[in-house]
């Protein structure tokens, strides 16, 4: 699994970091960090928990196995 991360979108509001804070890492004022995110075996869960809250989508989750990415 694969994020990329839009971080023209992220309005800091820090939903993914309270999900998965192993994973989402955010600047000090609470915006994510610039970088795609590739997620190691056995994190997917929380990944997909973490994009899929954020409430501006700035989290676009690939799965290996997609053909298209999917809008968090």
């Not at 991360?5 to 609470?30: M, Y």
């Not at 869960?45 to 989290?59: D, T, W």
Request: net charge negative.
């Amino acid at each position: 699994m694969h994020i990329i991360v839009h971080n023209a979108k992220c309005h800091g509001h820090a939903r993914c970091w309270s999900q998965a804070p192993e994973i989402f890492k955010l600047d000090e004022d609470g915006y994510i960090l610039p970088g795609n995110i590739d997620v190691a075996a056995g994190n997917e869960f929380c990944a997909s928990r973490g994009a899929r809250s954020c409430p501006e989508r700035a989290l676009e989750i690939i799965r290996s196995s997609d053909t298209a990415p999917v809008m968090a």
